[in-house]
């Protein structure tokens, strides 16, 4: 922080630091406080968003009710750079610093190297805000530049101080120092020395050893469901469950993250960014450790899906399930649009959003269930569909080709039998599975560093040889046409997992292409079809 004086030796320009966020990701912002003469006027400048502009009311009442006195002079809030876009209430805190410093009612070193976050209450509170995560991150990693003359080279930044409220999310990011505070008077009195800095309370483990209350145990009967699931979590493939209402498919999607291993650091590290980012609860250590699971009404449009925005861009519900589940229930009930949206995410794991002076790029590197009705009437029995050809098309059309050829997995659910619903035996519990799913994710990850559903078309060649016998069973497929090049890959790639379920299988056999092969099926019958052929 650096000062410039009037010619009677007053300071009358100050400069401290804060942070904005955009979607997920931080930026540096130097709030800029100059008072001189001129009418009572209060002006912020650098692209504030209305709720940011809002801060000069609440700064003022906050200085105020805290003690201070409000200078009644013209003053003037530049947020740098202000090219950049700021958004929420996060700058309030660093604004209210730096309004005092220039009025000389605090000290002109007192803030030198402290970043300020936290929005300010009426009464001089300082309460939480959202993306702190990574606002704190943004800071950690700014280094000061030599040509900025209010951030010299010889103040580096020592010390963050945040709102009590959000002390878990941002010791993830290990910043250089940390301090928290509850009001802005507590936090004037710790700059000047009156008072020392409350000590940052301790947070509570990480929750590793939670555990999910939905088990598979609970679902009866469904052994070619349970196998997709299976094979989705151990190779990430994405699932497609098809079936008429009732048969089960929402009670397996919810419990897929349960049979997915915990999250890697850097993907927990992203997920708590992101939903930091989103005003999201966060765990108790503040660190996303446990795979996500989104579960969007199917009324959701494609901004909230995929993420962006007019006046402020957030995170969709892409991002939000990164390392985990996005389960789109009543599949067909999606606007077609939508569900296109989701093909690029899909392909790379990421999601490009550019607006006209905005260009980010979010992970979304998610599993992506979906649940759906074999037709518009919901099948039932084998052959009671009561559909006609016209509303039979018209339901096919809502799921495009290329939509449909992402998923790896297609699944039909049958209704479970009357003996399964009333018998005593259970099924296999979450432990089970998750301990396979393991063991599968392991061979895969010692033999090629990836999950078999990112294996490329080169690494398929090295690490997931078919014998010539499962070849052949490829070819025909491809000659009749019911098998693109994507679903040739996607096929052997679910034919890879289903080897590493066996154990470490060095040439994928034709059994298990054939099984890949059944394990892929059209999403609704035509006319007069039963509902035990669709797959």
Not at 283 to 289: N, R
Request: charged residues 25%; aromatic residues 2%.
């Amino acid at each position: 922080m650096l000062g410039q004086f009037d010619p009677r030796g007053h300071v009358m320009l100050s400069a401290v630091r804060s942070a904005s966020v955009v979607a997920a990701t931080g930026t540096p912002v130097t709030v800029e406080a100059h008072i001189g003469l001129g009418l009572p006027v209060f002006t912020i400048l650098g692209r504030p968003d209305d709720v940011c502009r809002e801060s000069r009311d609440r700064v003022r009442a906050a200085i105020l009710t805290s003690g201070f006195h409000w200078p009644s002079r013209r003053i003037t809030i530049n947020l740098a750079p202000a090219t950049h876009k700021k958004v929420g209430s996060a700058l309030d805190l660093a604004i209210a610093i730096a309004v005092l410093v220039s009025d000389e009612q605090l000290p002109l070193q007192c803030a030198q190297g402290v970043a300020f976050l936290g929005e300010l209450g009426l009464d001089g509170r300082v309460r939480g805000v959202a993306g702190v995560a990574p606002m704190v991150l943004a800071l950690r990693d700014d280094a000061p530049s030599e040509d900025d003359s209010l951030m010299p080279e010889h103040s580096p930044l020592h010390s963050v101080v945040i709102p009590t409220k959000n002390i878990a999310e941002a010791r993830i990011v290990r910043p250089p120092g940390l301090r928290c505070a509850q009001t802005l008077r507590q936090v004037a009195e710790c700059l000047v020395g009156l008072t020392p800095w409350p000590d940052v309370p301790e947070v509570r483990l990480d929750d590793r050893c939670a555990t999910d209350a939905l088990d598979l145990c609970d679902v009866r009967g469904q052994a070619a469901a349970r196998l997709g699931l299976e094979l989705s979590a151990s190779g990430g493939h994405h699932l497609l469950l098809v079936g008429p209402p009732g048969s089960g498919k929402t009670m397996l999607a919810q419990r897929l993250p349960g049979i997915l291993p915990l999250l890697d650091e850097q993907t927990a590290l992203e997920a708590t960014l992101i939903r930091s980012a989103s005003g999201e609860p966060l765990p108790p250590s503040g660190l996303v450790t446990r795979p996500p699971i989104r579960m969007p009404h199917h009324g959701a449009s494609a901004v909230s899906i995929v993420g962006g925005g007019s006046s402020s861009l957030r995170p969709g519900e892409v991002s939000m399930a990164h390392g985990g589940v996005l389960f789109l229930d009543e599949l067909g009930e999606f606007a077609p649009s939508v569900l296109d949206a989701l093909r690029q995410p899909l392909e790379e794991g990421v999601i490009r959003v550019s607006r006209a002076h905005t260009r980010l790029t979010l992970p979304a590197r998610f599993t992506l269930v979906g649940a759906t009705n074999p037709c518009p009437c919901g099948g039932g029995a084998p052959g009671s569909c009561e559909c006609d050809e016209v509303a039979l098309t018209k339901y096919r059309r809502r799921f495009s080709g290329p939509f449909l050829d992402r998923f790896d997995v297609r699944v039909l659910v049958h209704r479970p039998g009357v003996e399964e619903l009333l018998g005593d035996e259970l099924g296999e519990s979450t432990d089970c599975v998750a301990e396979r799913v393991m063991r599968s994710r392991s061979i895969a990850l010692e033999r090629q560093g990836v999950l078999n559903a990112r294996l490329s078309g080169e690494q398929l060649d090295l690490f997931a040889p078919v014998s010539p016998k499962g070849m052949e069973l490829l070819r025909q497929e491809l000659e009749h046409g019911r098998l693109t090049g994507r679903g040739l890959h996607r096929v052997r790639r679910v034919a890879r997992t289903l080897a590493d379920r066996q154990g470490s299988i060095d040439v994928v056999s034709d059994a298990h292409i054939a099984a890949a092969l059944a394990l892929r099926a059209r999403v609704a019958p035509r006319r007069g079809d039963d509902l035990r052929s669709v797959v």
